[in-house]
């Protein structure tokens, strides 16, 4: 039974990029030794306001619940309740290459026209590494943007592998076969994302049916008027990908269905596909974030399941390493 861990940031707020890459995948194949985490130490890398942090980090968690994830089976819970996170990330900051680093084009782009960053900021995928080869994860289901980060934690934990003898699980991520990168339904080249000026393009878990509808409405589309997905037609491509990704259907049967028929009619059709596809868990989470006292207890049982694990590790990292144990 191959062991599975998945992070997400509370920060910005949730939307359907992280739904179809990420979280409903979460929810569909729960295993005991399945773990998903609240990463709100990746969310101080660029400042926070501590209240804000505070009621997005148990928000997100009433998602992930309405998302179906249980915590009778799977492991919820939130980073920073688990110290180990952070003791391993300074070990792996040992192994980890400045140059590899350099390298990683999520950190080129967050950085990217800011005066300030911090090296929280730089040293983030080191911080994505330890949380999971804390749990010895075999796979680690993410949208592709998160791609680059589970090879390098591959690298990271095969050098340490290497030099200290095998103490870590080489993780593989896997990725949805449609919705692997859900584009801004107004910037159809840029990924759908919780940092977007505006959310005009951004279809957020949270919002009501008709404002969804109208934004889908609203998506640039392409010139021509065919339904086809192809590289010169990105707003068609996406939504056509969308369509896919809440129905299940081949993006080639949806071509088919549409043949002949106008975007307006196309668009009709997907944002009735999106809104189905949401309500359930909209309407779960309108019960699950009325309840934050109950959202809390399971997220305390999670961190103390996690713990367990992740403290196995690092017994075996410290020995490894070399350092005396406290008498
Ligand atoms: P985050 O919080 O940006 O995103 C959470 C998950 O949603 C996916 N995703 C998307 N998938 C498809 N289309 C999109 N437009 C889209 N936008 C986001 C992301 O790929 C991700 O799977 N660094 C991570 C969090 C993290 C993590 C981890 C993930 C920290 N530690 C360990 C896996 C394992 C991040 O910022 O994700």
């Known amino acids: 039974m191959p062991r ?47 209240a804000e942090l505070r009621a997005k980090t148990l928000d997100l968690a009433a998602w992930l ?4 994830i249980d915590p009778e089976v799977s492991t919820l819970f939130v980073q920073s309740h688990v110290r180990e996170h952070t003791e391993l990330t300074w070990i792996l900051s ?80 896997t990725i949805p076969t449609a919705g692997a990168r859900i584009m801004d339904l107004q910037v159809p080249d840029a990924k759908m994302s919780k940092s977007a000026e505006t959310d005009a393009g951004v279809i957020l878990l949270a919002e009501t049916p008709a404002r969804t509808a109208k934004k889908i409405m609203r998506a640039i ?35 088919e269905e549409f043949a002949g028929r106008m975007y307006g009619d196309f668009k009709k059709a997907v944002a009735e596909a999106v809104n189905d596809y949401l309500q359930p868990a909209r309407d779960r ?11 809390q207890r399971l997220l305390a049982i999670g961190a103390d399941r996690a713990r367990e694990v992740a403290a196995t590790t690092m017994a075996a990292v410290r020995e490894r390493v070399g350092f005396l144990p406290s008498a």
């Open 94 to 173: 040992c192994s980890a290459q400045m140059g590899e680093l350099n390298r990683m084009t999520q950190f080129k782009q967050k950085s990217a026209g800011r005066e300030s960053v911090s090296v929280g900021l730089y040293t983030y995928p080191v911080l994505q590494a330890a949380d999971i080869l804390a749990y010895q994860a075999d796979e680690v289901p993410v949208g592709e943007d998160q791609v680059q980060h589970i090879e390098l934690t591959r690298d990271i934990a095969h050098r340490f592998n290497t030099r200290f003898g095998e103490t870590f699980t080489l993780p593989k991520a």
């Open 221 to 255: 589309t392409d010139s021509g008027s065919e339904v086809v997905a192809g590289p010169d037609k990105p707003g068609v491509t996406n939504l056509l990908d969308l369509l896919s990704a809440v129905t299940g259907r081949e993006v080639p049967a949806l071509e």
């Open 285 to 295: 989470y309108a019960e699950l974030s009325a309840d934050p006292g109950e959202v």
């Open 4 to 50: 599975v861990f998945s992070g997400i940031q509370p920060t910005g707020d949730p939307h359907l990029g992280n739904w179809i890459g990420a979280i409903s995948r979460w929810a569909a194949a729960q295993e005991p030794g399945h773990v998903f985490c609240i990463v709100d130490l990746h969310a101080i890398t660029i400042p926070k306001d501590p």
């Open 65 to 68: 619940l309405a998302a179906g």
